[in-house]
Nanobody, 126 residues
Framework: QVQLVESGGGLVQAGGSLRLSCAASGRPFNSYAMGWFRQAPGKEREFVAAISWNGENTYYRDSVKGRFTISRDNAKNTVYLQMNSLKPEDTAVYYC???????????????????WGQGTQVTVSS
């Protein structure tokens, strides 16, 4: 079992920055890849970014490339999402998720992630 707790959400003006954190407990943190997803009101949950177990590989959805950075600190059992140049369309509840399957590549489908946090709200005002 893996427990995930997100923090760092809030209200920010367009062009501003936020850093989300996700603290993990349970299974050894360096045994699984991590991902960030988001869900806006009335929309489906969508992939944002993923990072491999050792942090060497990352992957982003096109709309956040160059603005968001995913990272992890295995010593602190924490994954981060640094979000810069935020836009109103980034407004959503952000979730971290763990993929405990051993894979060669990172995955973007929410169904492939088997542990989820409770989410943190990010609101970007125009």
């Amino acid at each position: 079992q893996v427990q995930l707790v997100e923090s760092g959400g809030g209200l920010v003006q367009a062009g501003g920055s936020l850093r989300l954190s996700c603290a993990a407990s349970g299974r050894p943190f360096n045994s699984y890849a991590m991902g960030w997803f988001r869900q806006a009101p009335g929309k489906e949950r969508e992939f944002v970014a993923a990072i491999s177990w050792n942090g060497e590989n990352t992957y982003y959805r096109d709309s956040v490339k160059g603005r968001f950075t995913i990272s992890r600190d295995n010593a602190k059992n924490t994954v981060y999402l640094q979000m810069n140049s935020l836009k109103p369309e980034d407004t959503a509840v952000y979730y971290c998720a763990a993929d405990s399957a051993w894979r060669r590549t990172l995955v973007t489908a929410a169904t492939e992630y088997n542990y989820w946090g409770q989410g943190t709200q990010v609101t970007v005002s125009s």
